[in-house]
C-alpha cells in the first residue's frame, strides 16, 4: 500500500499537516519515535498559544493527540531510519518496517544542546529554561543568568533584559560568535552583565528549585544567586534521514516559502528548519503550509 503522504514526527508541525492532509481525505501516517506532541511534553507552563490563557505543555500535548484520534489519523510508534528519494515515490524505513509514499513532510523538531550537569533534568522548568521568548515573562523582575556565546545567547539576553531586573551573560570565551551591532546593543544595556572566560561548573537547589550557579573564572569560583537560568549552547542535528537533502552549516533543513526542501515532494517544517522564530505557533502553521501545497499539487 502506498500512502499520499508520510509525516515524520508527530509534534505540533506534524500534527498540524496531518490535520489538513486527513481532513482533505489522504491517505496517510504520522511515524513518531516517542509519544505524540513531542517538546510539548516537556514545557511546564505555555501561556503564548492562543486559545489557551495557560496550558501546561502535556496537557496541549494529550489535546493534539485526542484530536488525531477524532480524525482517525494513522500513527505508527516507530523510528524513521531513512529516506530513499525515487522519481516515482519516497520509502521511509524504520525500526520496524519499510513505506512507500508520493509526499514526505519531515517534522522532526531539534534537539537542544544540554550541558550535562548534575541536577540539570530535575530543574528544567523550575528555573532551567531554553527558550527566553517562552519562558521570559514568568522572570519579571527578576535575576537570572544566560549560558553561552553565540547570537542566540546575546539576542535572549537582550530579550530578557526587558522585563528581568538583571541579566548576566555567562560566556566561556573571551569573545562572543555575534554580529557587533547585537553585541554594542547588549552592552548599552545597563542591566546586562558579561562574565568572560566564564565557565558553569554546577547547579544549586532548595526544594527542587534553582536558587544559584557555581561558575569559574580564572581558577576562582563565583556562587551567583538566580531565579532563573536561560541555556543558550546551541541545537544538535537531527536530520540525517536523508544525505542529500540541503541545510545550513548547523544542520537546519532549508526550505522555500511553501516548505519544500531541495529534494522534490520532500517538505520540512517546524524546528528543524533554518528560520527565526522557533515557537508552537510557527511550527503547526508551518506544517499548515506544507500541506496545503502537497494538496494544490495533486
Ligand atoms: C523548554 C521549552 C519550552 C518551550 N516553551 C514554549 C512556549 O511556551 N511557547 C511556544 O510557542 N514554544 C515553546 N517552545 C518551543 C516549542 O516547543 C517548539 O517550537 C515546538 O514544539 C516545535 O514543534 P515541532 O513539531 O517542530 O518539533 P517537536 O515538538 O520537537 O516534535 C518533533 C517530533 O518528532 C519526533 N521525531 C524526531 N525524529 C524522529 C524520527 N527519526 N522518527 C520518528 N519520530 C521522530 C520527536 O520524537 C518529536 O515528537 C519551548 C521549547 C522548549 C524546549
Known amino acids: 500500500m502506498k500512502y499520499d503522504c508520510i509525516i515524520i514526527g508527530a509534534g505540533p508541525a506534524g500534527v498540524g499537516a496531518a490535520i489538513y492532509l486527513q481532513r482533505a481525505n489522504r491517505k496517510i501516517c504520522i511515524i513518531e519515535k516517542n509519544v505524540p506532541g513531542g517538546k510539548l511534553n516537556t514545557i511546564s507552563t505555555i501561556e503564548n498559544y492562543l486559545g489557551f490563557e495557560s496550558i501546561n505543555g502535556p496537557d496541549l500535548a494529550l489535546n493534539l493527540y485526542k484530536q488525531m484520534n477524532k480524525l482517525n489519523i494513522e500513527l505508527k510508534n516507530e523510528e524513521a531510519l531513512s529516506i530513499e528519494a525515487l522519481p516515482d515515490k519516497k520509502i521511509v524505513k ?3 518496517g519499510k513505506y512507500e509514499s508520493d509526499f514526505v513532510i519531515l517534522a522532526t523538531g531539534r534537539k537542544i544542546k544540554k550541558l550535562h550537569l548534575k541536577d540539570e533534568e530535575t530543574l528544567e522548568g523550575r528555573g532551567i529554561s531554553y527558550c527566553a521568548v517562552c519562558d521570559g ?4 523582575n527578576k535575576e537570572v543568568v544566560v549560558i553561552g556565546g553565540g547570537t542566540s545567547a546575546v539576542q535572549e539576553a537582550i530579550h530578557l533584559a ?6 548576566t551573560i555567562i ?5 562572543f560568535k555575534v554580529e557587533h551591532t ?5 552592552e548599552a544595556k545597563e542591566n546586562i552583565n558579561i562574565l568572560y572566560n566564564a565557565k558553569i561548573k554546577e547547579y544549586k537547589k532548595e526544594k527542587d528549585q534553582l536558587t544559584h ?3 569559574t573564572i580564572d581558577n576562582k569560583e563565583k556562587n551567583i544567586k538566580v531565579d532563573g537560568c536561560f541555556v543558550f549552547i546551541g541545537s544538535e542535528e537531527q536530520t540525517k534521514l536523508l544525505a542529500n537533502l540541503v541545510t545550513d552549516e548547523k544542520g537546519y533543513i532549508l526550505c522555500d516559502d511553501r516548505m519544500q526542501t531541495s529534494v522534490d515532494k520532500i517538505y520540512a517544517c517546524g524546528d528543524n528548519i533554518k528560520k527565526d522564530v522557533y515557537q508552537i505557533v510557527t511550527a503547526a502553521a508551518e506544517g499548515a503550509v506544507a500541506a496545503l501545497d502537497i494538496l494544490k499539487r495533486r
Open 213 to 215: 550557579v557555581v561558575v
Open 137 to 140: 515573562p514568568l522572570y519579571k
Open 94 to 96: 524504520t525500526n520496524k
Open 182 to 186: 547585537i553585541l554594542e546593543k547588549a
Open 171 to 175: 560566556n566561556k570565551n573571551n569573545l
Open 162 to 167: 526587558d522585563f528581568c531586573k538583571k541579566v
